[in-house]
C-alpha cells in the first residue's frame, strides 16, 4: 500500500468519525480474586514493538493463580492496561466502565504497583485494555449480527491477532498507524473501532454471568490496511 493510499484509508476513518460525532465514543467515562484455572495469554517477556509492526510470538496456555497475574503479564508487553467493571444492565447488555480516571493511561503506562493497588482495591475488576497509540494498536470491534460484506469492504487482514467476546462477537487487533486513530462507534453497523480513546476488554476477564473473553490465535498482529 502506497503512503498516499495509507493517508486516503485514514483520512476516511476520520471523516466517518466526523459524520458520526455525535455517535462517537472520543470520551469512555485493591484480598484475591475468584477467577483461577487454565487461561491463554500473550506471552509478553519474549516480544517487544519495534517500529510499524507488533510482534506476537505465541499465545500460551498457562496456569494462572489471579486475573492479576495476566494484567502484569500485559504490561511487560507494554501494553496500557487498566481495571474496568463489568455490569449486567436491565437491558440484558454487559455495560464496561473503568474504575479509575484513565485520561492519563491514554498517554502512559502503569506502574506493576499502581497494577497491585488496583487488585487489591477492586479485587474482582477485569481488565481493560487502552487502544491506540499508547499501546501501539486500533481494535476493530464486531458484534453479533454485523453484515459481512460490510467487514469484508473495509479490506482488514484476515491473518492477525483476533479474540473472541463473551457475546460471540470478535476483536480484531491491527498495529496502530501512528497517524491519530479515532475511537468510532458506527464505522459500518455493529462494527466500532477502538483506537486513540478508547479501550477494549481482553482475556481472561469475564462477564457477570461467567462468559469469557478468550483469544482465538496466535497471529502475529498485522498492518492496519
Not at 462517537?24 to 484455572?37: F, I, M, N, Y
Not at 474482582?124 to 469492504?153: F, M, R, W
Not at 469469557?212 to 496466535?218: G, L, S, T
Request: glycine content about 8%; charged content about 25%.
Amino acid at each position: 500500500m502506497t503512503n498516499s493510499q495509507k493517508e486516503q484509508l485514514i483520512d476516511g476513518f476520520n471523516d466517518i468519525t466526523a459524520a458520526h460525532q455525535s455517535a462517537a465514543s472520543a470520551e469512555l467515562q485493591k484480598t484475591k480474586p475468584e477467577s483461577t484455572g487454565q487461561t491463554k495469554i500473550i506471552n509478553t517477556r519474549e516480544i517487544q514493538t519495534t517500529g510499524n509492526s507488533s510482534v506476537v510470538n505465541t499465545i500460551l496456555s498457562m496456569t494462572r493463580n489471579t486475573i492479576r497475574d495476566a494484567a502484569h503479564a500485559y504490561l511487560d508487553r507494554n501494553w496500557t492496561i487498566i481495571p474496568a467493571k463489568l455490569t449486567l444492565e436491565k437491558d440484558g447488555k454487559v455495560s464496561k466502565k473503568p474504575l479509575v480516571p484513565w485520561r492519563q493511561f491514554q498517554e502512559r503506562l502503569p506502574t506493576h504497583d499502581e497494577i497491585d493497588g488496583w487488585f487489591k482495591r477492586w479485587p474482582n475488576c477485569q481488565i481493560g485494555l487502552v487502544t491506540g497509540s499508547v499501546s501501539g494498536i486500533i481494535v476493530i470491534d464486531v458484534d453479533v449480527g454485523h453484515i459481512p460484506e460490510d467487514l469484508k469492504a473495509l479490506d482488514i487482514p484476515k491473518k492477525t491477532l483476533k479474540a473472541k467476546t463473551p457475546s460471540g462477537g470478535m476483536h480484531i487487533f491491527l498495529t496502530h498507524p501512528g497517524e491519530k486513530i479515532k475511537t468510532l462507534t458506527g464505522l459500518r453497523p455493529k462494527i466500532d473501532v477502538r483506537g486513540d480513546g478508547g479501550f477494549c476488554v481482553v482475556s481472561p476477564s469475564t462477564y457477570p454471568d461467567g462468559r469469557k473473553y478468550e483469544w482465538k490465535n496466535d497471529r502475529r498482529i498485522a498492518k492496519a490496511p
